[in-house]
């Protein structure tokens, strides 16, 4: 496998330090251990693609938390940990005795006494899901250090308020297997734009994700939402921060058309406004269903007044060469197919159907990935003799 | 183990094509085919009584949708899967984002990156079972030709409308076992006959399995129901023709008394009428439930006109020497036991219960074998290896 | 791996006979197979920490059926049995078929064709749970003589309403691990005393078992509870005569005061009175709500009587040097972090925080041995080549 010898070669000039490291959000990460990310992934799809195992463990467990209900997510953290040699154990809150006064440190280090990873998703309050990530991965932390666990497994951010590295990093993989490498994305433009969609409440983490990762690589990162729609200032500060850094572009603007112009890569999206985001978090937690109706209602018919953020051809044309790439985590909400009117036109999202499967299909190999770089040692001796 | 051994010399005689194909119908395959599978199945079941591994896969997963509720089916794939090396996800439609939009062929994609099977059950709506098992199937097709995915899970059927081959095949291997070998099959008389039970809506899969699979031995199959029990006609025609060929007889009778006479094997058991089921589709499918309720209380006064077709010992005596074998894919209704009145007695099921074990026991091998055969290129050198 | 070597030259001096046999109550045990089991469980311990697998399986099933909530003893029998080799498959009784009228005996051999061991936990009614783990393991054993099964799967206790075996042991671990020998227990004093909680309908097994488990090491086991709080007279008498027979002292006393008194271990717990354990079963079987309230109503208004059975800073003082070790099976109900009060103050729940995590963690590693044991003839010889 020369391709395989080709990744490893690039992969001993980085510079890693990633044992032992949980992965939440990707710029904790220096641009060598996202390259070598990048690569670690390319490495396992080589050997998935001849059909060559690469587990690592003889056994070992792989502890999932979802906290909303998930299918791909789900279903890539199991083929990842599976590949990898763990068996997958949910933690069903409802099937468990955390609603019995469990505290979190305490359940943390019950779940993890054989566990190798603990993949958390947790999306639906803003301010909460990477804290709690933080708490989980305090307290097995504490367990490694006080003797209660022999191993420290490490947290993989499944998804939370503020990110999505998983997705964020099968995003990339797309960008770099369609544009040949991490140098040529330098100075292609891409749209992150919000799109409308019938329903709310969508999380934040998937623009986030791209604007806090795309900025890295020199990339022109156009950010578009309509008026109340901005996302997490933090995260805007992050991206801009990081494009300066890295010599590339990032603006926000308000219309998707102005975004598309040009384009190499579009990504329209629905997400919620932050600020409704902010209102959601105590009524959810209060359990208050009239005042989540209300704000629903009042969200929806504020959504409403954009329908027009649609990537249909005609804006599809506006891009380079009317060609750029379609990007999606999917579910997409298809107008015409899975709703009414949503975030991309019937005949946009065929065409690039297939590329948004391949684009996912990234998803449980960079997972195994993260796990990879966490809890090996020396995770590139191990593939040079997997390769 | 000579066992293997003349297992294994029967198995070169055959000429199979099984290699990455699904397993929908048992009609779908030659012959040979069904030979050969009784084969590997008993190879299998050899290795396991000697307490042999014959885990095939290093790691993969074995994808499960359950549409129904079920235990023995759950667990025989989850036995099949885990004895060849396979990790079990299944799919729980209630905690997907399924409900969310996504469409069949997304969703069969984004499950199978590393898929080596899909098991589906898929029995409640008549017309609707075996066509979603093959758009499953045409999605991870396209999706493996068009690069998606690395590999090409085979789809097995775990019971839909129209067959339920592996308990037909378990219950093959149970005729097999019984009389000795598939050749000593010829001749003799299955009596597959309706049988009351107090519920309704039982799917037609199992008589048709049976009548679908026993009439390609030369076997007297002999179907009963009462007026208004008829199967899927098309079926009833793959039958017949089948017998034909097989030099075997066919009949349809309208007495549990006539099937019973002279039989060697009897499979008394209860399923919804034809007609019942295709009114109940539509029903279903609104949530209309005063017409389900209504359609129930029609059909279960309709069924208790039906009573006396229980398999008591009176009518077993009517049996080849009274001492026909009973067969049922269980869990049955037993008079006096699970119901006051059902589809069999309590004294003739206590005389063969072991003997429904036993033909249940032969399910988790059935569907191991039928994996083994579509995933790999040349299983019977890979059995030789093993025994 | 000296520690392995020592304990493995102690294991053979002992007697065991623990092939093919179930683990449902430690009493039924011999005094060298509990023995035996805490320095397997130490060589598993010793393993894990080692990073060295201590998988003996390549595959098969182990099942577990839990008839409540769970979060530790789920996690640890999947920790338990993934590091064992084994695939883990939950009989979740609500989507499988076994509402439709299977029997125990049936469905005990519809799961097992695979399998190597079957966990259960079914503590919610007074004589029931520990009489339907003998069922299924009658059921199995008729099985595998009647040639349905292939291997008789070993039925393990994960807690009845009799006994809590893989809790016990794990305190028996955790005493020994404390004390540096089983032989360096004799004499020490172990207050095995009911606490206050704002719930009702505690399982009175995690008592039950220590005194039917510790009296057998030559302890001065101490029991305390209020009027009406007593256990099933059975498990009384068996602790008094293992006493005996170990040269060490038992007591039943009605303050916690007097436990405490001098004590080297103190486990305060709570649980539901026997006569109101008693009462409850009817009324849950019947389904009888109100019935239900009432009881429960009644029974708190008794259990607020005894708020003062709360083991705090005071009554700590009153133990050996005021330093005596702190137990608990988890999740405690600790005052003013769980609950407004409850079985332990903050303070002392958080000076012996992580003793207790340490606690739980043996679990896993019980569990493990206890079907190591059961499931292989020479245990020893195969730790021998571990180690």
Excluded at 239 to 245: I, L, N, T, V, Y
């Amino acid at each position: 496998m020369n391709t395989m010898k080709k990744l490893i070669t690039e992969l001993q000039k980085l510079k890693i330090n990633t044992f032992g490291k949980d992965f939440l959000l990707t710029w904790e990460k220096t641009d060598d251990e996202i390259r070598a990310l990048t690569l670690v992934t390319e490495c396992l799809c080589e050997l998935h693609k001849a059909r060559k195992s690469f587990r690592v463990f003889d056994t070992g467990l792989a502890i999932s938390i979802f906290r909303d209900n998930s299918t791909r997510t789900r279903f890539s953290f199991a083929s990842a940990a599976n590949a990898l040699g763990l068996g997958v154990s949910d933690l069903d809150e409802e099937k468990s005795q955390i609603a019995h006064g469990e505290t979190v440190r305490e359940t943390a280090n019950m779940i993890a006494f054989m566990a190798e990873v603990i993949g958390i998703r947790d999306d639906m309050y803003l301010g909460e899901g990477n804290t709690y990530m933080r708490e989980v991965a305090t307290a097995v932390q504490e367990g490694f250090d006080q003797g209660v666990l022999h191993q420290r497994p490490c947290v993989v951010n499944l998804q939370c308020d503020i990110d999505h590295p998983t997705q964020s990093m099968a995003d990339l993989m797309q960008l770099k297997s369609h544009f040949g490498s991490l140098e040529k994305l330098r100075g292609k433009k891409i749209a992150m734009t919000w799109a409308y969609s019938p329903s709310y409440g969508k999380p934040l983490s998937v623009p986030q994700g791209v604007i806090g990762l795309m900025t890295r690589f020199g990339m022109d990162v156009t950010l578009a939402y309509p008026e109340g729609y901005g996302l997490i200032p933090d995260v805007i500060e992050t991206a801009r921060k990081q494009s300066r850094k890295s010599g590339g572009k990032f603006e926000v603007v308000s219309s998707m058309e102005e975004a598309f112009a040009g384009a190499d890569v579009v990504y329209p999206k629905s997400w919620a406004p932050y600020n409704v985001m902010l209102k959601r978090t105590p009524l959810l937690k209060k359990g208050d269903r009239d005042g989540l109706k209300h704000l629903e209602k009042e969200c929806l018919a504020n959504n409403a007044k954009y329908k027009h953020w649609e990537c249909d051809e005609k804006k599809m044309k506006l891009t380079k060469g009317g060609e750029a790439l379609y990007m999606h985590c999917l579910p997409a909400d298809i107008s015409g197919v899975s709703c009414a009117q949503g975030e991309v036109s019937k005949g946009v999202f065929e065409k690039y159907r297939l590329a948004t499967y391949r684009e996912a299909g990234f998803k449980p190999f960079v997972i195994a990935a993260m796990i990879l770089m966490a809890r090996l040692k020396d995770p590139v001796a191990r593939l040079r003799k997997m390769g």
